[in-house]
Nanobody, 121 residues
């Protein structure tokens, strides 16, 4: 059983940066595809970025490509989301998830509690 805990959210001005972390408490973190999702008020949860267990392959939503970078450190059981050039439309609760890998939330077995990112204009 994996437990995921996100951190690093907060309030930032447009154009600024934040780095989210997701720490996993479990023995099998390294075998999972890890993803970041976000959910804005009144909207569905959407895929942001994903990374394979090896870290060699990544996937990004078009809306964040070139601005966000996902990475992982299996030795630390942690996955990161570096967010640069933030825009007000990036405001959402961000969730990390572990699972089989895809852009669909149903493919993920484990979820964190979420961390709020607010980007002011």
């Amino acid at each position: 059983q994996e437990q995921l805990v996100e951190s690093g959210g907060g309030l930032v001005q447009a154009g600024g940066s934040l780095r989210l972390s997701c720490a996993a408490a479990g023995r099998t973190f390294s075998i999972y595809y890890m993803g970041w999702f976000r959910q804005a008020p009144g909207k569905e949860r959407e895929f942001v970025a994903g990374i394979t267990w090896s870290g060699l392959s990544t996937d990004y939503a078009e809306s964040v490509k070139g601005r966000f970078t996902i990475s992982r450190d299996n030795a630390k059981n942690t996955v990161y989301l570096q967010m640069n050039s933030l825009k007000p439309e990036d405001t959402a609760v961000y969730y990390c998830a572990g699972g089989r890998g895809s852009r669909f939330p149903s493919s993920y077995d484990y979820w964190g509690q979420g961390t709020l990112v607010t980007v002011s204009s």
